[in-house]
């Protein structure tokens, strides 16, 4: 079936800096969906990509998906504490089944 | 919209036991979804239900486990009996739409453990 991994699994950041958190797949995908979950919390919906080489963008955040459409990234800058917690790639896995990726769990140093 | 509500926020039970997961999606949305997350495997969908329809329950992990959605507004989740091994944090979520252009909005999830 259709999988997506996502690296680095764990992101340890200083506050301000920049990062990059990526999810790639051996397929080409329809679409990819990018969600957050602070600790103790639920996933919450960042944004959802759909066409070749597309670039969205909220606040610090940039999310991009690859022209081949079987990779995506999530940038973010000036690292805060607020930004802490995973983030989750998920794709569609035939009918309305949603897989999600491992997830790459980001702490802030401060 | 109070968004996706779902109760118990914690669960403690002896292994053995019957545990009923409940939730209720956000009004209007067509589909459900009842996710466990563990460390080890992640996010794991274990079925999902269009218009109270179970559609693909390929996720339960075996007959212990067992869904129901009686109407728009409520479904359950039912482990019996219930294993060491399931505990985990199990979260519902809805959406509208359909294929899976739609995003999820996920209840608080219910934290189970399993003695």
């Known amino acids: 079936g259709q999988q997506v991994m996502q690296i680095p699994q764990y992101q340890h950041v200083q506050e301000g800096e920049d990062f990059t958190t990526y999810c790639n797949s051996s397929?080409?995908?329809?679409?990819i969906q990018w969600y957050k979950q602070r600790p103790g919390g639920h996933p919450v919906f960042l944004i959802q990509?759909?066409?070749?080489?597309e670039v969205k963008k909220q606040k610090r955040l940039t999310f991009q998906f690859g022209e081949a459409k079987k990779n995506s990234s999530l940038h973010i800058t000036a690292t805060q504490t607020t930004d802490v917690g995973t983030y989750f790639c998920?794709?569609?896995?035939?009918?309305?089944?949603?897989?999600f990726g491992a997830g790459t769990t980001v702490t802030v140093r401060a | 919209d109070a968004g996706v509500i779902q109760s118990p926020r914690h669960e403690v039970t002896e292994m053995g036991q019957e545990v009923t997961l409940r939730c209720k999606p956000i009004?209007?949305?067509?589909?459900l979804f009842w996710y466990r997350q563990t460390m080890m495997r992640g996010l794991e969908l274990l079925i999902y239900?269009?218009?109270?329809?179970?559609?693909?329950d390929s996720g339960m992990p075996e007959d212990r486990f067992s869904a129901k959605m009686p109407n728009a507004s409520f479904s359950t989740l039912k482990i019996q009996p219930s294993e060491p091994r399931d505990s985990a944090v199990y979260f519902c979520?809805?959406?509208?739409?359909?294929?899976?252009?739609?995003?999820?909005?996920f209840g608080n999830g219910t934290r189970l453990t399993v003695t």
């Open positions: 979520a809805s959406s509208q739409g359909t294929g899976y252009s739609s995003p999820l909005h």
């Open positions: 397929t080409t995908l329809s679409n």
């Open positions: 990509l759909v066409k070749s080489g």
């Open positions: 998920a794709v569609g896995k035939g009918d309305y089944k949603l897989s």
């Open positions: 009004s209007g949305h067509d589909y």
């Open positions: 239900f269009n218009n109270n329809v179970p559609i693909d």
